[in-house]
């Protein structure tokens, strides 16, 4: 059996909820689809300042040294996430954007860059605070790296119970919107993504 | 300036609080400590059976390979955790234990043992589910590895603000059992534990 790995980093502000969304990911590869994950948070400087990232790696195996650093798929949620972690990004990955508040004016070559204005959507449902499970909602839709059902119910299993309701309409909400991105970008000749492979 | 780098690995059930409290040492570290620190999660098939753990590696520098596997300090909460754990412990290590859910029978050479009734203490509060913050107060006590008011800030900062004075509550109470203990343990002539250092 071949070995897969995939690295995801999630970047954003303190109080944006990049912990869980990463531990969303980690648990929806290794709980609800059978595989392995870690998750790593580095507190430093940065978190200091406010800044919040956190590591997921996924993989068929179990992993036995959790690092990687050149993520097949970054997802930012703040400017400073962005100048920060792209430059890491490995030529021919994914760029997730929070859109409304990071400006991507670089990235390696062949990136494939896909935008959403997820506390905008999260306003819509009248909690902001959801916008990290739209923003997992929208990885799913775009990376395909996962099933859409393992991710519901790793957000599901992640939140109190009188937050469920309001978390899964956030997921939903978020997948809709990179499906119908997927859409528009194939009608318009564009390739849509395909998943992941490296060693 | 040398480096140091100390090792701590939680685990027990899911549900007992292990990422928490592995996060509230994290930030105690770095965040009001002014250190670095990196905590990892694994997902895996011990997730799927219920089992959490979670490894929180601090140091003097920046961490660039979060992976040491020999935990100086291991925190159980569960026997299943304690049985798969302590075999990786290093010689001369400390082993905290939930201590009316975990009995030891080996450990490695030269191995501290501290016990702690966490949940018993937990539900004097009138809320079992703080027992990891029982047990973050009994490690710090213990281990001395972290300034006391550098844990608390970390515990206030981690939850939700309803939640503090609970919260603080339990680390106190935690953090009063282990510095008893070793008072008890002095009196007896056994020697109370020092600052870890390792590379």
Sequence with gaps: MQRMLTEIRIAGFGGQGVILAAAVIGKAAAI????????????GPEARGGSSSAQVILSNEPILY???????????MSQEACTRFVPQLRPGGILITEQEL??????????????????RLAEELGRKVVLNIVMVGFFGA?????????????????????MQKLNLEAFDKGFEYGSQLLVRLSENGDQEPVALESA
């Design 32 to 43: 609800f689809q059978g595989g392995y994950a870690t998750m790593t948070q580095s507190f």
């Design 66 to 76: 959790p690092y990687v650093a050149q993520p097949d798929v970054l997802v930012v």
């Design 102 to 119: 990071v400006r991507v004016d670089q990235y390696p070559t062949g990136t494939r860059v896909y935008g959403v204005p997820a506390t």
């Design 142 to 162: 775009v990376t395909k790296l996962l099933d859409r059902d393992s991710l519901r119910s790793a957000v599901a299993d992640s939140v109190p119970p009188a």
